[in-house]
């Protein structure tokens, strides 16, 4: 029982991790982190990511333009790339380092403390993946909060809003954040035991040598 139980949690976490490892790459180059729609002109719709700014017109269709220069954008989007980047990287070596220290592995069956270590050690990749994803969206969302309540700019001026990247990226943080914790569950839970073929060829070594002998008795 204590078997099936670990298999379904690193299963279950592994799963998770990918499916956060998946949206946050969607999230990284969906150009829908902010969303502007024109009272003057509802036919028009501006939408914002990290590397450009798309305009859809009902009549011409979808115009996008990339940003001239990284250093001209606002901090929030640049730190967003630098830390969107590296939680892609670390998703990624966790979920590699997390599939060798799966038990459903046939690798390395006799190294359980080394495959528990790359588990434990998937767990917090995956763990601080989601953290580098939470970390972003929040920031860029709570400037926009910010500046959409603020007084000092004119009402008639257009204001942006959250767009859908930023649900993704929460739910990519969430999910990775999850399945990182499951994943360090399933390390810590009681370890798996020998499959009965194990014991039986430990019973043949251990009794190989009073064979040998002529002796059926291991204490001759």
């Known amino acids: 029982m204590a078997l099936i139980i670990r298999i379904a949690m690193q299963s279950a976490g592994l799963l998770l991790s990918f499916l956060g490892w998946v949206l946050s790459i969607i999230t990284t180059y969906l150009p ?120 000092t700019i004119p009402e008639i001026v257009p204001r942006w809003e959250f767009g859908e990247a930023l649900f993704l990226g929460w739910f990519a943080g969430f999910f990775l954040v999850l399945g990182g914790c499951l994943l360090n569950c399933a390390a810590c839970f009681t370890r798996a035991p020998l499959a009965p073929g194990h014991y039986t060829v430990a019973e043949m070594q251990t009794q190989g040598p009073c064979l040998e002998n002529g002796s059926a008795d291991p204490k001759v």
Do not use: Y
Request: charged share 20%; aromatic share 10%; proline share 2%.
């Open 32 to 151: 829908h982190w902010k969303n502007l729609n024109l009272d003057l002109n509802e036919m028009e719709n501006w939408t914002m990511g990290l590397w450009q700014t798309c305009v859809t017109q009902e009549e011409v269709g979808t115009q996008c333009k990339d940003f001239d220069s990284f250093l001209a954008l606002p901090a929030e989007l640049r730190f967003s790339r630098i830390f969107m980047f590296l939680s892609n990287g670390l998703g990624l070596l966790g979920l590699l380092v997390s599939g060798f220290g799966l038990d459903c592995l046939r690798i390395g069956e006799r190294l359980q403390d080394h495959k528990r270590r790359l588990l434990v050690l998937g767990g917090i990749l995956s763990w601080t993946s989601g953290i580098t994803v939470l970390a972003p969206v929040s920031w860029v969302a709570h400037t926009t909060v910010r500046e959409f309540w603020d007084e």
